[in-house]
């Protein structure tokens, strides 16, 4: 367990969810009206999900949002792993 991903793990959701929720309010996409099946991959499911292509931008741009919350935070966990191990290489 790592706790420095908590904060996007919590973060990234609310983010995103109010990215789509402006989007949607203001008319930038049109509010969902498909339920696609649970096995469409995100972008194509946006799609079909707003029967509109806007759904798969904003799908895309909820992900590239996603990964840069998460990218500092996997450096952060990535060098606190490294310190780790080279502290227990010199130990040993």
Do not use: C
Not at 29 to 47: F, K, S
Not at 51 to 72: R, T
Not at 74 to 88: C, H, N
């Amino acid at each position: 367990m790592n706790p420095i991903l908590f904060i996007p793990y919590i973060a990234t959701p609310m983010v995103i969810v109010t990215i789509a929720y402006f989007a949607t309010s203001t008319g930038l996409v049109p509010a969902a009206t498909v339920i696609p099946p649970w096995v469409t991959p995100p972008i194509i499911g946006r799609v079909i999900a707003t029967v509109s292509w806007q759904g798969g931008v904003l799908a895309a741009v909820n992900l590239l949002v996603s990964v840069l919350i998460y990218l500092p935070f996997i450096k952060i966990a990535t060098d606190m792993a490294l310190k780790e191990e080279a502290a227990r290489d010199q130990a040993a």
